[in-house]
């Protein structure tokens, strides 16, 4: 669940980073077209994900540590991504990889 979790408040995080002003265009012309299209709709998605994710911590933990540990998960997520996107390091393949290899991880050990 900690990595279903961590995942929604990736993509949440990602919808709305593709949606900023403020940050650097490196994507490719179809996602820049497509987001300057759908930027409203993109930022209401991120924020329904990332209540989603809140819900899922909350539910698991309770009130108190459960917004504790969401905003920890969203600063973590939130630095990486601000730190990783910008040099085009976050691809679709090494992210769908490393996110089979926490599931396989997550079910075998917890």
Not at 5 to 17: A, R
Not at 37 to 53: E, N, T, Y
Not at 80 to 91: D, F, G, H, Q
Request: proline share 3%; with cysteine; hydrophobic share 55%.
């Amino acid at each position: 669940m900690w990595i279903i979790s961590t995942l929604l408040i990736f993509i949440g995080f990602y919808l709305y980073y593709l949606t900023s002003a403020k940050t650097s265009k490196n994507n490719s012309e179809l996602i820049q077209k497509y987001v300057g299209r759908h930027r409203v709709s993109l930022k209401c998605m991120g924020l329904f994900v990332l209540l989603l994710a809140l819900i899922i911590c909350t539910q698991q933990l309770g009130w108190g540590s459960g917004i504790f540990i969401f905003i920890i998960l969203l600063m973590t997520v939130a630095s990486t991504i601000i730190l990783l996107a910008p040099l085009e390091i976050l691809r679709p393949l090494p992210l769908l990889l490393g996110l089979t290899l926490l599931i396989i991880t997550e079910n075998l050990f917890l």
